[in-house]
């Protein structure tokens, strides 16, 4: 509670690769969770995560309080640009992870894809829960018809369980068969889907943007159910009609 240094972790990894933590979160033990974008192999200690070659891969893992890695997940698709951006546990002890993914995204037996004709020429928004022991229990990614940058910035869940993402999206996207369309340039976007994933509304800030994109970057549920929500605006965008 003093601000000390208790333990410090790196990863190490072959010059020419980037990996990168983008979030933690507590698991209610001292430890954390975390969340990334894994490229190639990182090595912790005497262990050593990962594939060769250049996929951009997302990846989970916990820490116990001692400052060691008790486990590391990471996607096996074979290529894309892919990464976690925010994780976020639950009241029944799973995660929930969203960022965004290229193409197709692969954790074990659970996987989303892109089924448009440009899979490899934009990115998807994606939320996957997680045990707490890093199996992936299920995943759910849009779909984008355009050639566009849209992914998930931040999630929570609310006292009865719903979850709710937050985002940015561009151009045209599919999500649960719900399409939304956004600018070229991007639109912050938010989400509600019920507790297995399954979308049940979104919402877009503003559109008629041609310079500056709008983003949510961050999004809470308050004990009230009231949705808190922050981020950036052009042109005096507002979200449509929520």
Known sequence: MQG???????????????????????????GLYFTGRLRGQVTVGANTYGTTGAARRVFVGHINTNGNVTWFNYSTQTGGNSRGASIYRRSNGNLLVTGFYQDSLIFGSQSCADAGTNGLLNTNMFIAEFSNTGTCNWING???????????LDICEDGSGNIYASGIIADTVTFNSQTFIGDTIGNGFLAKFNTNGVLQWGKILGTGNTTLNNSITGVHADAQGNIIITGSIADGSMLDTM
């Open 4 to 30: 000390n240094v208790v333990w410090e972790k790196s990863f190490h990894q072959a010059s020419g690769k980037l990996s990168f933590f983008s979030a933690a979160c507590d698991d209610g033990s001292d």
């Open 142 to 152: 849009s779909n984008a018809s355009g050639k566009s940058s849209n992914g998930g």
